[in-house]
């Protein structure tokens, strides 16, 4: 059990998921703490992606309470929200597995989506905006700035007006992120950001992620499957196995548990890999090159 | 348009913007243009089939549907083999020209911002001068008027389609609102153009989020079933429903437009008549050139607010919720609202074109709205080239403008439609102007200091 002197941040109890006899999540507790990463591991096929899924509200769970407490506001009960609520209210942000981007649009123009909240508040139902009122030029400007800051910390500034779906993948990878916090989140979850990169912008991305805790102080939760990348960043991990809890620890503890390495021996890692992780794979063989 | 999305080698390496017919050239051998011409085929059979694959003709008794299924095949066959004799001249052309000749003069070609803008401006001139060139007729103006009804529809639906990516094919039910919206506002109440202008919109609009709200839920090919019968359950209303609507005869003598109250005749019970006010000879062409700068005017603010909505951040929320709506979800973006308000944005300027179009004709009935306009203002913007205000004047005028001058060859009119249409597609089988400009670019952002996140 792994104990933290940090305020709690996300409360997860007695969560479950069912696809039909599936538990893809099965009676899974834990608590996430501020300003901490989060390492959530597990073969393939564990439910790492559901509990993401639930955690956003794409899933409504079949059962179990997720409770986030960001500090300066009210405690939020997820398994009850919307999606668009919890990104907006709840304030949790997360990247996809297979990256979600808005591919026609450029670079600037996604990281503007990402704040669409404070934006479409300004512009007062489009009327401050399409009069160019003072309030709305004023947050436009706020926005523009912000997204600067994230093209310039992910290095993205030079491919700013260039459609998001000509990107490398990498870059890609890395815009998701930087949409991601431009929502100005209290938890961001991260699924698998490193997959298909090459070691070289593992390695900044692994620093991306330190940085982010580090200056934005908030709460992050990490998918990812190099188990040396977790070690070392990780202040925290969780490990899933067929939708159950078997370890919780810190990164020396989980090391040595005895039902992690069950878990991870007993499964040949690179068998029947689920289609789209496959398909990651691939796609990054391709990306990989380029 | 259709870029592909997540494969890098597409990346930074050709100059020419992705998904343009060159690059499908370029990298293309005999197989891609296969491809291409295929889909431009298909594409051209599914436009084809409600405009040419139904006629009414008249038997004994009645009317009659005439189905001509042998027309849209030969149409779509067309575009096919036409496309795949263009694919082929271009790539022999391209292998023949010297190869540091050809990206730029090909983005200079309408494609490049710049020159784009200048187009329309030149574009907007010309439509400015249109009465006072020398063979601009009677005719000719009226003419040009319909064809801005045409293009203000093609604007208005474009937020719908062409922005938020929402298959809309009722979308003459909204026009058919605002038209009986300002006839029977100013028959029953006696309310003045002006007045009845935006309480069409804003009916239009209510009735647009009326629709939308059980409907927007729907994706994809269900949308656009659910809101082709909303169209056509408009019309039947509107045929059925005698007392307020007057049925099959619908709404005659329609209060025709006045100059601020001076109305366009050649004598008044009351006030003083257009012609006395300036003391001009009477005339009836003065009524015309009045209705075509008022329908200019009314399609310029259309542009004009659909230009500045696309720079808003819930132009913003349209285009990304087109792109993907997960990821919509994902950033706190009401996926249910936002269509929403593109659905009644888009219904709100056919409201407004409606009630034009009523105050024009002075006469409307149910066979104005019939299914055949949204497919008409459809393969408008669609051929436009989603999304772009140019693309949909251009196509506009080929769709429109064309047939037109063919009227008085009657049954063949459809077929210049069709001809029209079929020309676009080979010429740009994504649409006139299928590119798309970034709604703000960072290097026209000024820095301003302090900056942080
Ligand atoms: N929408 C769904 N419907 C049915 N089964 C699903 C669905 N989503 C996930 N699953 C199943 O749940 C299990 C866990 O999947 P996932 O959470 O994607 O695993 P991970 O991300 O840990 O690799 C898998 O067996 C998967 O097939
Ligand atoms: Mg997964």
């Known amino acids: 059990m792994y104990c933290s002197s940090r305020p709690a941040l996300l409360t997860v109890d007695h969560l479950s998921m069912r696809f039909g006899g599936l538990f893809a999540v099965n009676d899974l507790g834990f608590t996430a703490y501020g300003s901490e990463i989060t390492a959530i591991i597990g073969p393939n096929g564990a439910g790492k992606t559901t509990l993401f899924n639930c955690l956003t509200g794409f899933y409504k769970p079949s059962v179990g309470r997720i409770a986030l407490t960001a500090p300066g506001a009210p405690r939020f009960l997820l398994e009850r929200m919307d999606g668009y609520r919890i990104a907006r209210d709840a304030r949790v942000a997360r990247t996809f597995q297979n990256i979600r981007l808005f591919p026609g649009m450029s670079v600037l123009e996604n990281l503007l989506v990402g704040q669409h909240t404070p934006l479409m508040r300004a512009s007062r139902y489009s009327l401050a905006g399409l009069l160019g009122l003072r309030g709305y030029r004023l947050q436009e400007r706020r926005s523009l700035d912000t997204a600067r800051y994230w093209l310039d910390r992910t290095g993205l500034t030079a491919q700013a007006d260039q459609p998001a779906g000509s990107l490398p993948y990498g870059s890609q990878r890395r815009l998701e992120i930087a949409r991601a916090m431009c929502t100005e989140p209290a938890l961001l979850c991260l699924d698998e950001p490193a997959a298909g990169l090459n070691p070289r912008e593992s390695l900044d991305l692994n620093q991306l992620i330190l940085d982010i805790r580090q200056e934005q102080g908030i709460g992050i939760l990490l998918i990812e499957h190099d188990m040396s990348v977790v070690m070392t960043i990780s202040d925290h991990v969780i490990v899933l196995d067929h939708g159950s809890l078997i370890a919780d620890d810190d990164p020396a503890g989980v090391r040595c548990d005895p039902a992690v390495i069950r878990a991870y021996l007993g499964t040949a890692e690179d068998e029947d890999l689920p289609t789209e992780v496959a398909a990651d794979l691939n796609r990054t063989a391709a990306g990989g090159r380029s | ?62 009317l009659a549907l005439d189905y001509r299924f042998r027309l849209v095949g030969l149409a779509a066959l067309g575009v096919f083999a036409g496309r795949i004799l263009v694919l082929e001249a271009r790539l022999a052309l391209a292998a023949w020209r010297p190869a540091a000749a050809r990206p730029e003069t090909r983005r200079t070609f309408l494609g490049a911002y710049a020159s784009r803008q200048s187009f329309g401006w030149i574009l907007a001139l010309l439509a400015l001068i249109l009465p006072w060139l020398p063979f601009a007729d009677r005719n000719l103006i009226d003419k040009a008027t319909l064809l801005l009804i045409y293009v203000m529809l093609g604007w208005g639906l474009n937020v719908v389609v062409g922005l938020a990516g929402l298959l809309d094919l009722g979308y003459v039910a909204f026009y058919a609102v605002g038209a009986y919206s300002y006839a029977l506002l100013s028959q029953n109440f006696g309310l003045s153009f002006w007045v009845c202008l935006p309480l069409a919109g804003l009916l239009a609009a209510v009735f647009g989020m009326l629709l939308g709200f059980p409907v927007l839920r729907l994706r994809g090919d269900y949308l656009a079933i659910v809101t082709l019968g909303f169209g056509e359950i408009v019309r039947v209303i509107l045929l059925n429903w005698q007392d307020v609507t007057g049925g099959p005869n619908g709404v005659s003598g329609i209060q025709r437009p006045s100059f601020f109250g001076h109305p366009f005749t050649a004598t008044t019970p009351t006030g003083t008549t257009f012609h006395d006010l300036f003391g001009l000879p009477f005339s009836p062409d003065h009524r015309i050139i009045f209705l075509y700068y008022l329908s200019l005017t009314l399609a310029l603010a259309t542009n004009l607010v659909t230009l500045r909505i696309r720079r808003l951040p819930i132009g913003r929320a349209w285009e990304a919720l087109r792109e993907d709506e997960i990821a919509c979800r994902s950033l706190g973006i009401d996926p249910t609202r936002t269509k929403l308000s593109a659905f009644a944005t888009g219904a709100m300027f056919a409201g407004f074109a409606g009630s034009f179009f009523a105050t024009r004709q002075g006469f409307i009935s149910p066979e104005s709205f019939s299914f055949l306009e949204s497919a008409i203002i459809l393969a408008i913007v669609v051929l436009g080239g989603l999304g772009s205000q140019i693309g949909i ?8 403008g064309l047939p037109e001058w063919f009227r008085d060859l009657q049954q063949y009119r459809m077929l210049a439609f069709g001809g029209a249409m079929v020309l676009i597609m080979l010429w740009r089988p994504r649409g006139l102007m299928a590119s798309r400009d970034p709604t703000v670019r960072l290097a026209a952002v000024p820095t301003s200091p302090g900056t942080g996140g």
């Open chain 2, 393 to 400: 004047v251009l196509s506009a005028i080929l769709l429109v």
């Open chain 2, 1 to 62: 348009m259709a870029a592909p999305s997540r494969s890098p080698s597409s990346s930074t390496s050709s100059p020419t913007p992705p998904g343009s017919a060159l690059e499908t050239v370029r990298q293309a051998p005999h197989g891609r243009i296969l491809l291409d011409a295929l889909a431009a085929g298909v594409l051209a059979a599914l436009l084809a089939l409600p405009i040419l694959g139904f006629r009414l003709i008249e038997v004994t008794g009645g």
